[in-house]
């Protein structure tokens, strides 16, 4: 004599079986690509990161962007920063006055963090500052940015300030309509997330991550003791 089972029972327990096997492969396929992170950076494959106490257990590294001062310094500065961003409008000054007061003893590297969703125009200045650079003009143009930080939104900026920059404009204007630079851009982006970067600016000094308008006694303050360990 057959006993009877409703059809439902079995449905919902064979559909309970495929959330299961496949909460499974996702857990898998997370371990796998952590592993291959893990070993990438064992290895050397990603040189981009190095080991650190923070929560994401990774810092940026120098990369290929520009930079002001000696690689190698005894502290080095690693700036995830927004174009269209008016707190890191005002680090650059304390930066600069801070550059001064510690010759030879920074490395100082800026690293792209546009803030797409409140800052429309950080990621197009962004590339156009890469292009910038590929002229050899980076900081020129990187002031510029900030000077006319409010007039980004004009059709055209981008270009006349690399007229006033003494850019080759015919080259400027192909690399950035291009978007040659877009992926570097995505790329310190990227990293600026894996390393745990939420706003602009936020440095890493030697490693250790600090977030926000600095004064420059503030910068005298980490960077002495940065000293002092080195």
């Known amino acids: 004599m057959s006993i009877y ?23 898998v396929a997370f371990l796998a690509m952590v592993y291959s992170e893990v070993q990438k950076i064992r290895t050397g494959e990603t040189s981009n990161y190095t080991a650190n ?3 994401t257990g990774f810092t940026p590294g120098r ?8 690689p190698g310094a005894p502290v080095e500065i690693i700036a995830f920063e927004d174009f269209q961003c008016p707190f890191c409008q005002q680090a650059a000054p304390i930066m600069n ?11 100082f590297v800026y690293r792209d963090f546009p803030l797409d969703s409140i800052h429309p125009y950080a990621r197009p200045a962004a590339m156009a500052a890469e292009c910038a650079d590929e002229q050899g ?34 080259r400027f204007e192909t690399c950035l309509d291009s978007e040659q630079f877009a992926d570097e851009v ?5 990293e ?14 030697n490693g250790q991550k600090v977030e926000g308008l600095l004064t420059v006694d503030s910068w005298g303050t980490i960077i002495e003791a940065a000293l002092e360990s080195y």
Do not use: C
């Not at 990369?63 to 000696?70: A, E, L, R």
């Not at 006055?97 to 490395?107: A, H, T």
């Not at 990187?142 to 015919?170: C, K, M, R, V, Y």
């Not at 390393?195 to 936020?202: D, F, M, Q, R």
């Open 53 to 55: 106490d923070s929560v």
């Open 5 to 27: 089972r409703p059809w439902y029972k079995s449905f919902w327990k064979i559909l309970a079986l495929i959330v299961v096997l496949g909460v499974l492969l996702i857990g």
């Open 137 to 170: 003009s980076f900081w020129e143009y990187h002031d510029l940015l900030f000077e006319n930080q409010n007039q980004l939104s004009q059709f055209g900026i981008f270009s006349s300030l690399a007229a006033e920059a003494g850019l080759d404009t015919t």
């Open 97 to 107: 006055q801070v550059l001064l007061k510690y010759p030879n003893k920074i490395l």
């Open 192 to 205: 600026g997330l894996l390393s745990g970067v939420t706003s602009t600016p936020t440095y890493f000094i």
């Open 63 to 70: 990369n290929d962007d520009p930079y002001i001062g000696i």
């Open 186 to 190: 995505e790329q310190d982006y990227n």
